[in-house]
């Protein structure tokens, strides 16, 4: 079931268009080699193929990731850039694997059955053999956040312990940005899933259900029962009951409606309740949570795959280029008995665009500081790869200048804008506008911002830590005819595709546009690497201060 296949027009016009822009005159900071259209399409063929199975981390495809990787970082100059001179840096897991799972509502006297992956999608990152949950109580805690910095508190000192909160997803701007206390539609890590669950193990419950509805969640049903669904991973953890609670689960939004009516609630009241920092959390009165599964806990080892092309002059700074390799791996069916989830967009494209990264550095002059290109491993279970890396640098990271992170490249053709996530947060938004402006498009924020891509991939994680760190993908209107073939296919990725076994190669995209955003990309990363420039975080963002405390390791 491969992407469907684009007008004759699109088809014939895509070479021809990559062609053109990676032949265009060259500008400062210009690559030497073109970025070639047919090594894009042919390394995500590769790399989205069915003998990968998906690229599941921890699993047989996993080496022969590895080898392929590593075979064309060495074919394109660069050195291993792992430990010890390896290509890869491990990364320790533990695995979990949910089965046998079990689980009601209980309410009114009446009993809600919740089945794994219809109405329910349960699992858990605690280590464990067992989990048993019987009759807890249900307590609705709005958003689930707590934010001292900004006088918002949504638990107010209830004590949770023992039960299971219901949280809902995003923060409290998304269904009233006017409110403006979590910077609007945009949206914050406070709204990301990953935030709920800490808070929820910070707080003492035994459980947390997020609540789904596609629209602040950004992404429909089927794509949390594929996520959720199959085994689940997390760093290994010194203290891991204090981070993780036992059961961590989405409910379909009906049920929800259908359980919050039979308590005597209304949910779409208490929605618009909890948008205000004087919200109080709400006991279900008479209804409670049952849940039974086994738990497999296991520990596995994945690796980050690193390769290297050392700096003349400061081998020792350090210019990052990232993207990650795994996907989902093998999961349930679809309709049309398809099991095996490509990843081809996410993020087969944006491996492809490192691969050719690497090869169009490693053919121009040699960069005075050094390019590192890190495939992460472990994104689609929490950015586990880049948390490790950024808990473990290899290169340290007050001497990393900066990062360009790719994730679910362009493959629908040349586009008027460059969309960049997180826009406002460092002066990496300048250097990106004006090599995108070499090519006559315009930067533009994140389109939607309300999808938390800034907390979603992989520069994130080093983010936090201070290191100065780019996400910036092609947007805006496409430049090219068939326009709205194009606008078609780009939407129809999202709302049937994307985390969808439909995730395929087709050899019918038109590449342009990534080519166009490597360009920008590269010519970023140039003008950072032959020079003493050490971008910064713009006054008021979250991630200044942990820049500044290494400030004496940059010179």
């Not at 890869?88 to 509502?105: E, G």
């Not at 709204?191 to 950004?218: C, D, F, M």
């Amino acid at each position: 079931m491969r992407l469907a296949s684009s007008v004759a027009v699109l088809a014939a016009g895509a070479l021809l268009a990559a062609c053109a822009t990676a032949q265009a005159p060259a500008s400062a900071g210009a690559p030497v080699a073109a970025f070639d259209a047919a090594r894009l399409s042919e390394h995500v063929r590769v790399l989205a193929d069915d003998s990968f199975m998906g690229r599941g981390i921890a699993t047989p495809a996993e080496p022969m990731v590895i080898r392929y990787l590593s075979e064309q970082y060495a074919a394109a100059g660069f050195e291993p850039g792992g430990p010890g001179g390896a290509w890869t840096q491990d990364v320790s897991l533990n695995r979990f694997t949910a089965s046998n799972i079990q689980a009601d509502f209980k309410v009114g006297g009446a009993t809600i059955a919740l089945n794994q992956g219809q109405q329910i999608v349960i699992s858990t990152r605690l280590p464990g053999s067992h989990v048993d949950l019987n009759d807890a109580p249900l307590v609705f805690v709005g958003y689930g956040i707590k934010a001292p910095e900004r006088n918002w508190d949504d638990f107010k000192g209830v004590d949770v312990h023992g039960k299971i909160i219901v949280v809902l997803v995003n923060d409290a701007d998304f269904e009233e940005p006017a409110l403006d206390t979590f910077n609007g539609r945009a949206m914050t890590y406070y709204g990301r899933w990953t935030y709920k669950y800490e808070e929820a193990a910070r707080q003492g419950a035994a459980g947390v259900i997020i609540v789904h509805e596609t629209a602040p969640a950004s992404y429909g049903w089927a794509t949390v029962q594929n996520s959720w669904s199959g085994p689940q991973f997390d760093i290994v953890r010194a203290d891991p009951s204090a981070e993780r609670t036992a059961m961590e689960a989405w409910v379909q939004r009906d049920v929800a409606v259908d359980l919050f009516r039979r308590a005597g609630l209304d949910f779409e009241a208490l929605k618009a309740q909890a948008r205000r920092r004087d919200f109080q959390p709400v006991t279900l009165t008479g209804a409670s949570f049952s849940g039974s599964f086994d738990v497999a806990t296991s520990r596995v080892t994945t690796h980050n795959v690193i390769a290297r092309l050392p700096g003349t002059t400061h081998p020792d700074e350090t210019i990052l280029y990232s993207a990650h390799w795994d996907h989902i791996g093998v999961g349930t069916p679809d309709a049309n008995g398809d099991a095996i989830f490509n990843g081809a967009v996410d993020n087969a494209t944006g491996t492809a665009g490192l691969l050719e990264l690497a090869r169009v550095w490693g053919a121009g002059p040699r960069p005075e500081r050094s390019i590192v290109m890190i495939s992460f491993t472990g994104e689609e279970s929490g950015l586990l790869g880049s948390e490790f890396y950024a808990a473990n640098p290899v290169y340290p990271l007050e001497t990393t200048v900066a990062g360009f992170n790719m994730d679910s490249m362009n493959v629908y053709g040349r586009v008027s804008e460059l969309g960049i996530i997180g826009y406002g947060q460092s002066d990496l938004d300048e250097r990106l506008a004006a090599a995108a402006a070499t090519q006559g498009r315009s930067v533009a924020p994140d389109a939607n911002p309300a999808a938390g891509a800034y907390f979603r991939s992989d520069h994130f994680p080093l983010a936090k830590l201070g290191v100065p760190m780019a996400y910036a993908e092609g947007g805006g209107e496409f430049r090219d005819e068939p326009r709205q073939v194009r606008s078609a296919q780009r939407d129809e990725y999202g709302a049937r595709r994307y985390h969808q076994a439909d995730d395929e190669w087709s050899a019918d995209w038109d590449l342009s546009g990534q080519i166009e955003d490597l360009e920008v990309l590269y010519q970023a990363g140039r003008s950072l690497a032959d020079s003493r420039v050490w971008p910064a975080w713009k006054p008021g963002s979250e991630f200044g201060p942990a820049r500044a405390a290494s400030a004496s390791a940059r010179h």
